[in-house]
């Protein structure tokens, strides 16, 4: 699979770059910032996707994207931009096939979140949660096969190698964090999978 992850160069992207290429996927990253460290493995491009015109150019040729930009100092609602941007894109003439990350309590994931952080996170991440609920709504109303990844609290804790996901309306419980590593694996899997079209995970440990 020839994978195109935007907002790639750190945190989980990064880590997802990493893992689809030991298990022998194609991977681009693209991001704004230059490339942390060279990979010979991992093509970097330097670019800003909320350009319609660089993302058009970014993703082509791919089977997938991922998208894992996070949130932009200066510049209001930047997941949504570059979101924006790359589904307009890929409904021209890209890949179909679509993943991002968002966050648990955008869109109607609000009942997952675990007892006080609910509260917590309504209210100090009001402005992240209403970027990641945009970006949503448009992935959720585009003609492309995507899956939307909510993971609660991020930590750099070595992996566990295990996770709850969850749909909303599933019965089980969440926790308050993941590791950045699993919430990479799992969304390694979760674009391998074609059950998982059109479904959106909260997800934690």
Known sequence: MKLVIIGGNG???AL????????????TVVSRS?????????????ADASDPH???????????VAITVGGS????????SVTRSVVHAMEQNG??????????????????LPGVIGFVSKVLLA????????????????ALDWSIVRPTGLNNKPALGKWTALQVGESGRLGGTITRHD??????QTLENEQSIHKAYGISN
Do not use: C, W
């Open 183 to 188: 919430l990479a694996a799992f969304m390694l």
């Open 127 to 142: 402005k992240p949660l209403a970027d990641h609920t945009e970006q949503e709504k448009l992935v959720e109303n585009s």
């Open 16 to 27: 997802l770059a990493k893992l689809a290429r030991e298990a022998n996927h194609e991977v």
């Open 95 to 112: 890949p179909k096939r679509l993943l991002i990350q968002s966050s648990l309590g955008a869109g109607n994931s609000g009942t997952q």
């Open 73 to 80: 100092k200066g510049k209001q609602n930047a997941r949504t």
């Open 54 to 64: 660089l993302a058009a150019q970014a993703i082509a040729g791919a089977y997938a």
């Open 34 to 46: 230059a490339a942390h460290a060279a990979d010979e493995q991992i093509t970097h491009i330097q």
């Open 11 to 13: 945190g989980t992207g």
